[in-house]
C-alpha cells in the first residue's frame, strides 16, 4: 500500500494538536455559550477522522526523513469535506433551533481546514478523491518558521480567550514538545514506519492530551455574560 506513493513528493506537514486545540478558544471566546468539549471536538473532527481512516486502511501516512508524510488523506482532509460537514453542523444546529450552536461547531470545523493549508505540504485535495489538485502552502517545510508561528498563533489564542497563566505555561510546553517532531530528530521513524497504527495512534495521544490541557485550564476562565440569578424582587 505504502509503495504507491512517490517519494519525491513531499507530502509532509501536520499541524500539531495544541495548534487546533488553541483554536477552540477563540470560538469559545465569540460564542461563550457553547461548551468548550464540543468546539475542542469541533476542531479535531478532522482529524479523528483521519485516525479513523488511517487505522481501516482506507487513508495512509508514515514517518519519512523529513517527518511525517500524508501520502494518502482525500477523504478526512479535502477542502469538500471541512465544507460538507461545518455545513451538516451549521444545519443541524438550525433544523433544532440551535443555529448559535451550530454556526460556532461549523466554524471550528473550518478552522482546522484553514490551519491545515497554512501547515501542509500540498496534499489538501479540493474534492474527497485521489486525483486532482492538492493544496497546503507548506509552513512544515520549514521547521523554524513552523515553531515560531504555531507558537505564536497558540499565545494569540491564549491572550484573545483571556487564559489563566497555567493555560499558556501549557500552551508553550506542548508547542516545545512538538520540537522533535518538527525536525525529525529523534529516531522514531522507523518504528512509526513499520507498524501502520502507531501514527494514529500517536497523533490520538496528542489529539487527546493538548485537548484535555485546554479544557482542564481553560474551562473556568469564560464565565458567560448572561444575566444570572434573575429572580423577581417582589
Ligand atoms: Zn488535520
Not at 497555567?166 to 529516531?187: K, R, T
Not at 502507531?198 to 473556568?220: D, M, N, Q, R
Amino acid at each position: 500500500m505504502r509503495s504507491e506513493s512517490k517519494p519525491s513528493q513531499r507530502s509532509g506537514g501536520n499541524t500539531y494538536a495544541i495548534s487546533h486545540a488553541s483554536a477552540a478558544l477563540l470560538f469559545k471566546k465569540k460564542y461563550p455559550r457553547v461548551g468548550l468539549i464540543p468546539l475542542l471536538i469541533a476542531a479535531q473532527f478532522i482529524e479523528l477522522l483521519w485516525i479513523v481512516f488511517t487505522y481501516l486502511g482506507i487513508e495512509h501516512a508514515h514517518v519519512g526523513p523529513n517527518g511525517i508524510e500524508l501520502d494518502y488523506i482525500p477523504y478526512s482532509h479535502s477542502i469538500f469535506t471541512g465544507l460538507f460537514l461545518a455545513g451538516l453542523a451549521w444545519g443541524f444546529g438550525k433544523s433544532v433551533r440551535r443555529t448559535y450552536v451550530g454556526t460556532a461547531i461549523s466554524l471550528a470545523i473550518l478552522s482546522h481546514v484553514v490551519l491545515d493549508l497554512i501547515q501542509h505540504d500540498p496534499n489538501i485535495a479540493l474534492l474527497p478523491l485521489a486525483w486532482g489538485p492538492r493544496f497546503g502552502l507548506g509552513l512544515a517545510s520549514h521547521p523554524v518558521a513552523d515553531f515560531l508561528v504555531e507558537l505564536a498563533f497558540g499565545v494569540v489564542c491564549w491572550k484573545v480567550y483571556g487564559g489563566s497563566r497555567a493555560l499558556l505555561i501549557g500552551i508553550v510546553i506542548f508547542n516545545v514538545l512538538n520540537l522533535p517532531l518538527m525536525f525529525s530528530a529523534i529516531g522514531i521513524g522507523s518504528a512509526v514506519g513499520n507498524h501502520a497504527a502507531v501514527l494514529p495512534t500517536l497523533v490520538l495521544l496528542g489529539v487527546l492530551a493538548s485537548g484535555i490541557l485546554v479544557w482542564w485550564f481553560g474551562k473556568e476562565t469564560i464565565i458567560p455574560d448572561e444575566p444570572r440569578g434573575t429572580v423577581a424582587a417582589s
